[in-house]
Every structure is written in C-alpha cells, then in structure tokens.
C-alpha cells in the first residue's frame, strides 16, 4: 500500500545507551521518542526484536515470534517494585561501546531471576491475572518457545538436532516429561515474554501518541535452532536424518560478496505451508502488528523465487533458485489480517518477476543511495529513477555509514557524488546524501542514526556474511542535541515531510 510522505530513523534498541552494556527499553528510549518527535519525524525503524543467539544477529533469532529478553529494562523492573537500588547497584561497569553480549548476558540474566521471584512472591491477583491472560493469548507460541529455551538451557546450548531423539522428535511422551521437569524454567521463559511485551507496549503507545509509528522488519527465513524448526520440522526442508538442513537459504554472489551469503537457514517447505493454508506465516505476521506499526519484509525477492544452497556446501555458490507462492501467500494474509502495511526490502538480483509481486500487492520497493552513483543515468537508485511508492535510505544496517562509505571511493566515484549533490555540506557528506533523500518523490525516507550523527565505519552495524563481531554499535549519551533535532527538523519541513504540513 502507497504510505504518507513522512521520514524516520534508524536505530536498533541495543544501541541505545544504557549503564547495563546494551541498549533497553528504558528511559533512554523514550529520550529517543523525543528526539525524533523534536525533529518532526514520524517513524522509527528497529532491527528484529527477537532472541538472538550465535552471532547475536537479530536476524537468526531462536524464535520468530519472541521478544528479546535483553531488552528488558532493570530500571523499569526495579520501578514495579521487582528489584532494588542495592540490586542494580551491584550491577558492574560494561563498556559504552561495543556491546559485549556475553558479558551483558552474564549480568542480565541473573537480575531477572531475582525479578522474577519476587515477581512469584509479592505480584497482586490483577498481575496475576494479567500474566495468566498473556500467556494464554501468545500460547500458539509461547508454550512451544518456553519449552524450548528451558530445554537448550539442560542440554547445555546445543543445538535441538543433537538433543536426545525422544524430545528431539517431539515424542508427546518426552514432552510431558521435560514440561514436568523443566516446569520452573519454563514459567521464568513465559515471564521473561510478559515483562518484555509489558515494556515494549507501554513504549509504543507512548511513540504513537506522539505520532511516531514503529516499522518493524521481518526477516525470510528463522533460524535452524529455534522454537519455530523444532516445534514445525515438516514446515521447513529437512533431512530425516540428521534433522538439519537439507537445502539452506543464502542469495549468489552479488555486490557484499564474491561467493554469495550462505546465511544456513533452511529454505521452507512452501508445499506443507500451502496444505495448511498459509497458518504459521499468519501466525507470524499477526504476532509482529502486536507490537509495530508497519513491517518491513527483509529479502522480499525470495517469496517469489528463493536460492536453495543443498547441504554440505561451505558457500552460497553452487544453489539454484525455486519458485515460491508469494502471491498466493499474500493473498491469504490479506484475506485473513486486512490490507497490510508493508515494506518490501528489495535490493539483490531483482527480476521483472519479483516487481511484479511487489506490484500486485501495491508494496513500498526499497532505494539506496549508496549504490545510486556505480553506472549511468538509468541507475534505479539515482532519485530521477523513483516512484513515489517507494522508502529511500542513505544506507541500510548492511551498508558502511554514508562517511565511511564515502571515503572508500576512489577520487573518480567521488567526483561522481559530488557531480550529483552539487556541494559538500559545511556539516559533512552525510547530510548531502540526507538532504538527497529528503528531496526525492520518495513516499518515505529513513536515515540510519549513524548518519544523523556523522559517523565513521566504526559505527557500522553489520558486515553481510561475517558471522562475529557485528550489531554491537551504539551511541553515547548526550550525543542527541538539539542542534542535530533542529538541523533534521528543518530539512524535513522544507521537503514536504513534516507532520505538520497540513
């Protein structure tokens, strides 16, 4: 569906600042509401919120449906009443950044069980209802996630292919078994979901009574070890034996990388899903609008054909694409939830097919000034070659800052951005790209944070296809003034995107 014409930021929750080593869903992100609601913008786009395990990458997340318990705010715990000043300041001093994921971990954790117990101990008979409530509304997921974790905890973090073949294979018999035994780590995993959806959507109202709409992304694929391969194996390719994946997801080479990217997710089973009537991606889809406002699908280009790595390859070279029921997909979701508010997160080997999905279903394609300026005048990413219905970003969380970027280009690329922009702004190249963006036909434009603050490639927050050291970024406290609000502010109402245009 066509959007208003509107701009936003980008910024994962994790690098907010924060005294517990990763960004939360504290105070500092209600400073951030504020920053953009001073600024005139009127979206905030995030990262997936789900748990993260190996590569702490929120796009290989342990469930599809899950929030991160990391998020949670010890301040907003300790605020119900369910930790003390004495329990948060015994909380050791983590790093500004980087996030140090292990060690936020190692901290984080135990604080919740302590929440949690008194939580247990002291909550009121409406909590308690509240808490019952929530458990039986997410319990199509919840049972099966809380399960899960309580499980990958016993068998010490391995991945649930190689835990014991009864609960491996879901015999009801090992089920009942492990739900006995694992009962209180179970009821922590369902509490830790309540207090992080409790969080989430008292920050949320508080965006969007402040006009500030929250777009979600929704990656393709989940990830091997999680609730959702575990609990729905015939939805996904599988070998029978192992019980990892027979054929994996990842896309060819292309411009991140010579050999591809062989993220290892294994591809779906979209013959299952069809008999089934499309029921967990609806599942799934209604689970996100609990908590956002618009969804962002990341690698649309595989609902209408998908690349298929088989098992055993170590890159995404040798696979081969397989048509996917996209449109039918789509359709069904459509019938079932209404007109959705989607993103289309286009980029990559982008055939006349897969625009024509995109098409169909009248959803926003993704444009990307960094790649706008490395061939001619018909470059899809120059702002002449837009549609309206479209989203423009300087960069995405994929792509270096718009500085480090720049000063990557030999003298001649350079010359051609400079060609385009027409000046270097006094405040940096950054904000040539912005003003760019601004400017354009675009519906919507979204400008990493990052590039807001005039950063440099340490800054960045991923590198496709290297599985450590990424998503760590995060910025200082202090460093969102009102000159940067007022600068963004007065760009956004000379191009038409003001929420006060009327």
Same mark, same amino acid.
């Given at each position: 569906? #066509?959007?208003?014409?509107?701009?936003?930021?980008?910024?994962?929750?994790?690098?907010?600042?924060?005294?517990?080593?990763?960004?939360?869903?504290?105070?500092?992100?209600?400073?951030?509401?504020?920053?953009?609601?001073?600024?005139?913008?009127?979206?905030?786009?995030?990262?997936?919120?789900?748990?993260?395990?190996?590569?702490?990458? #929120?796009?290989?997340?342990?469930?599809?449906?899950?929030?991160?318990?990391?998020?949670?705010? #010890?301040?907003?715990?300790?605020?119900?009443?369910?930790?003390?000043?004495?329990?948060?300041?015994?909380?050791?001093?983590?790093?500004?950044?980087?996030?140090?994921?292990?060690?936020?971990?190692?901290?984080?954790?135990?604080?919740?069980?302590?929440?949690?117990? !008194?939580?247990?101990?002291?909550?009121?008979?409406?909590?308690?209802?509240?808490?019952?409530?929530?458990?039986?509304?997410?319990?199509?997921?919840?049972?099966?996630?809380?399960?899960?974790?309580?499980?990958?905890?016993?068998?010490?973090?391995?991945?649930?292919?190689?835990?014991?073949?009864?609960?491996?294979?879901?015999?009801?018999?090992?089920?009942?078994?492990?739900?006995?035994?694992?009962?209180?780590?179970?009821?922590?995993?369902?509490?830790?979901?309540?207090?992080?959806?409790?969080?989430?959507?008292?920050?949320?109202?508080?965006?969007?009574?402040?006009?500030?709409?929250?777009?979600?992304?929704?990656?393709?694929?989940?990830?091997?070890?999680?609730?959702?391969?575990?609990?729905?194996?015939?939805?996904?390719?599988?070998?029978?034996?192992?019980?990892?994946?027979?054929?994996?997801?990842?896309?060819?080479?292309?411009?991140?990388?010579?050999?591809?990217?062989?993220?290892?997710?294994?591809?779906?089973?979209?013959?299952?899903?069809?008999?089934? !009537?499309?029921?967990?991606?609806?599942?799934?889809?209604?689970?996100?609008?609990?908590?956002?406002?618009?969804?962002?699908?990341?690698?649309?280009?595989?609902?209408?054909?998908?690349?298929?790595?088989?098992?055993?390859?170590?890159?995404?070279?040798?696979?081969?694409?397989?048509?996917?029921?996209?449109?039918?997909?789509?359709?069904?979701?459509?019938?079932?939830?209404?007109?959705?508010?989607?993103?289309?997160?286009?980029?990559?080997?982008?055939?006349?097919?897969?625009?024509?999905?995109?098409?169909?279903?009248?959803?926003?394609?993704?444009?990307?000034?960094?790649?706008?300026? !490395?061939?001619?005048?018909?470059?899809?990413?120059?702002?002449?070659?837009?549609?309206?219905?479209?989203?423009?970003?300087?960069?995405?969380?994929?792509?270096?800052?718009?500085?480090?970027?720049?000063?990557?280009?030999?003298?001649?690329?350079?010359?051609?951005?400079?060609?385009?922009?027409?000046?270097?702004?006094?405040?940096?190249?950054?904000?040539?790209?912005?003003?760019?963006?601004?400017?354009?036909?675009?519906?919507?434009?979204?400008?990493?944070?990052?590039?807001?603050?005039?950063?440099?490639?340490?800054?960045?927050?991923?590198?496709?296809?290297?599985?450590?050291? !990424?998503?760590?970024?995060?910025?200082?406290?202090?460093?969102?003034?009102?000159?940067?609000?007022?600068?963004?502010?007065?760009?956004?109402?000379?191009?038409?995107?003001?929420?006060?245009?009327?």
């Amino acid at each position: 569906m #066509p959007f208003f014409r509107a701009s936003g930021v980008l910024l994962h929750p994790t690098s907010l600042p924060s005294r517990f080593g990763i960004g939360d869903l504290g105070l500092e992100a209600y400073k951030f509401i504020d920053f953009l609601v001073a600024a005139d913008q009127q979206l905030w786009q995030v990262l997936p919120v789900g748990p993260t395990g190996y590569g702490n990458s #929120p796009y290989m997340s342990y469930s599809a449906m899950a929030g991160n318990p990391l998020l949670i705010s #010890p301040d907003q715990l300790k605020e119900e009443q369910l930790l003390t000043d004495e329990d948060l300041d015994h909380f050791p001093e983590l790093p500004g950044h980087p996030v140090d994921f292990e060690r936020v971990i190692a901290h984080k954790m135990p604080l919740y069980a302590k929440a949690f117990e !008194n939580f247990q101990a002291h909550n009121s008979p409406i909590t308690q209802k509240e808490f019952a409530g929530f458990c039986e509304t997410k319990a199509r997921w919840l049972n099966d996630y809380a399960l899960f974790m309580a499980l990958k905890e016993h068998f010490q973090g391995v991945s649930w292919s190689s835990w014991d073949t009864d609960i491996a294979t879901r015999t009801p018999e090992a089920i009942a078994h492990y739900e006995n035994l694992l009962s209180d780590r179970i009821s922590f995993h369902k509490y830790l979901q309540f207090a992080f959806f409790q969080q989430w959507s008292e920050l949320k109202q508080y965006a969007n009574l402040r006009g500030i709409e929250i777009i979600g992304d929704i990656p393709i694929y989940v990830a091997h070890d999680s609730a959702d391969v575990w609990a729905h194996p015939d939805l996904f390719c599988l070998d029978e034996e192992t019980r990892e994946p027979a054929l994996m997801a990842g896309v060819p080479p292309d411009y991140f990388s010579a050999t591809g990217q062989l993220w290892g997710n294994p591809v779906y089973n979209w013959e299952a899903l069809q008999k089934q !009537n499309f029921a967990w991606w609806v599942q799934r889809f209604e689970s996100l609008l609990d908590y956002v406002d618009i969804i962002r699908i990341d690698h649309f280009r595989g609902f209408q054909a998908y690349w298929a790595v088989p098992m055993g390859e170590e890159t995404a070279i040798d696979g081969e694409w397989l048509e996917a029921p996209g449109a039918e997909l789509f359709t069904v979701i459509a019938e079932k939830l209404g007109k959705l508010p989607i993103l289309a997160e286009d980029l990559g080997v982008i055939t006349d097919e897969v625009i024509a999905l995109r098409d169909q279903f009248d959803f926003p394609g993704m444009k990307v000034l960094h790649f706008a300026f !490395n061939s001619g005048c018909d470059n899809v990413f120059l702002p002449f070659n837009y549609d309206r219905n479209c989203v423009v970003y300087t960069g995405t969380h994929d792509n270096d800052t718009t500085i480090g970027w720049f000063y990557s280009l030999s003298e001649e690329q350079k010359g051609d951005v400079w060609r385009y922009a027409g000046f270097i702004s006094p405040w940096g190249i950054q904000w040539d790209l912005i003003r760019l963006a601004m400017g354009s036909v675009a519906n919507q434009v979204i400008i990493p944070l990052q590039d807001i603050l005039g950063l440099d490639g340490y800054a960045r927050m991923n590198y496709p296809s290297v599985p450590e050291g !990424n998503w760590a970024w995060r910025y200082w406290d202090g460093a969102l003034t009102t000159e940067l609000s007022d600068r963004l502010k007065t760009m956004t109402q000379t191009f038409g995107r003001s929420s006060k245009r009327d």
